[in-house]
């Protein structure tokens, strides 16, 4: 093919006007060589970049699946930034520029208020903060989960993008379910996804790739529900499974209490919150109910070990929970020193090791403090240490609001008949609960998925007016 037909091709494929192309053109070719002056490897990402960039700019709603993938994936790293830093400034560009042309959309509701509020105060903790780097870094977090929120909450507009994140959600799901089986890691070299006899997923973290896989399982069930083709229900119910294989290898003990809580919910929750029909409820909890039960005899040995430990720890280093109760217990020493303003957000883990050694009952035979301090392992005391009784109320507001949002868009979808979105807002509303108990063990006020569960809310409502439209659209007399 020649340069002229490949050129034609782009501009078909991409339909941008010819002084843009070659503008992206001559700052694309200064960008890479003055990449390429630096190393072959920073021209090779710098080239990516500006792929990724052209590729999402004609295509924005292929940006929020990109982004699902990304918070699977936090292993991978480009110069030393995990996968979502890198993401975060082409999603900002993108959805500004969808904004500016109208292409895209962000309707004010309760939750958003209650996100600016929380990052407004967290922004103006610094002004106080007894660690102005720990803060700094927290903030850039809060601002990529902010992003991530805004891409969804903007870039959805319709059943069919929904329906097209909710569909790779599942797919991620499984593909890193499955790349958690021990064999697996070892047989393809990914040896960071399985380590400690833990399965981490490809996040290095075993809590959180339990919390990010508990987020998928409601989805993936609400899919298989509204599905009418049976093989694809298989491959659901199978994604199902593997992702309850994957959170039991994880032995992650927010994670094992948000899958007992979640296992419950499905049971007792009306039949209109994720299926079409009652009879595809009943078959749903059956074959749920038998593979649970081979599943927790399959991994019977480490989770029984896991809740001995817990609840009956057979030596002292067992007794604090890998250090989470002395550091929970360090957190209120600092709640009590500083309830209304706090440390400041993301000042803590600066801070604990002096907290931890001024904490009465800490035994530091068990406990050995950590280069650099940890922080709360607990959302919500992370929340009070570093932002106060206001910052609490603040985080406590946007789950509740956000919980309260996707109720409403619920029985708002069955009312107009938009019954995918409908049991979509229901399963979201199980993940989020999943999501808030499992964070009981995690600090994870910036975690990706939650924020991604904001913006999905946000968008919700869109999605119900345009299946509303098009309903009545067909209905009309022609």
Known sequence: MSSESRVALTARVFPFPGPVWAAAGATGAVVISAAASISPMVALMATIGIAAVVLVAARPAILPPILVVSIFMELVRVEGATISRVLAPIALLVVLVQLIRGKATIRPAVPLLWAVAYGLWALASGLWTTSTAGTVYALSSLSIAVVYMLAFASLIESRRDLER????????????????????????????????????????????????????????????????????????????????ASILKSVSRGGLVALVVLLILLAVVPARVLFRTRRNKAIALLVVAFGVAALSARYAAPLSTRVQETFSPTHRAAKSGSGRTYLWSAAWTSVEERPWLGLGYGAFRPASNQLI????????????????????????????????????????????STAEALRRAARRGREVGAFFTSSIAGALLLSLVAWAITTIFLSAETGRAFWIILGITLAIPKVIASEKAATESEAAPT
């Open 357 to 400: 050694l001024s904490t009465p009952g800490v035994d530091l035979e068990v406990y050995r403090l950590k280069p650099g301090g940890q922080p709360v392992h607990n959302t919500y005391l992370g929340s009070i240490a570093e932002l106060g009784i206001l910052g609490l109320i603040l985080y406590l507001g946007l789950l509740v």
């Open 165 to 244: 994140v909710v569909w790779v959600i599942a797919i991620a799901s499984l593909v890193f379910g499955l790349l958690s089986a021990q064999r697996a890691t070892e047989a393809i070299g990914l040896g960071q996804v399985f380590a400690q006899n833990r399965a981490q997923g490809a996040l290095g973290d075993a809590n959180f790739f339990a919390a990010t896989e508990l987020f998928a399982l409601p989805l993936v069930l609400a899919l298989a529900g509204q599905v009418r083709n049976r093989w694809l229900q298989l491959v659901l119910y199978a994604t199902f499974f593997v992702a309850i």
